[in-house]
């Protein structure tokens, strides 16, 4: 993804970061009994993908999602952020413990909805 051009690159990210934005499911690998990708899914690996190389712009996109985003959105900028700012993915954590929105998690071919505040309190809890 990141082996075109400047702008090219940042296009693909923004457009990775409003699916973030968007997300409506929680998922980081296949799901179902096909194990497909699902788009979200997708848009979070590319962002990832951006980390080592520019880990500045992604930190801003970051940012944005955990302001603008769905709960589920904002649960992946919180995981993306432990690969870029540590200290400040545990302060988005523990911000978003307290958060009543609900997200839909996908692991395998187990569908759950929770709230925002419970993952983030698990996430914690396992840091």
């Known amino acids: 993804m990141f082996g075109i051009g400047k702008k090219a690159w940042e296009r693909e990210l923004r457009a990775a970061v409003d699916t973030l934005v968007a997300a409506e499911t929680l998922a980081f690998g296949g799901v179902g009994f096909a194990g497909e990708v699902l788009p979200v899914t997708e848009a979070y690996e590319r962002v990832a993908a951006a980390v080592d190389d520019h880990p500045e712009e992604v930190r801003r996109q970051l940012d944005r999602v955990l302001a603008d985003g769905t709960p589920a959105g904002r649960a992946y900028a ?5 690969r870029v700012d540590p200290a400040a993915a545990r302060a988005a954590w523990t911000s978003l413990r307290d958060d009543p929105g609900e997200i839909t998690t996908f692991v395998g071919c187990v569908l759950d909805q929770e709230t925002l505040g ?8 396992a840091a």
């Open 118 to 125: 419970a993952y983030a309190s698990r996430r914690l809890a």
């Open 78 to 82: 919180a995981t993306l952020l432990e």
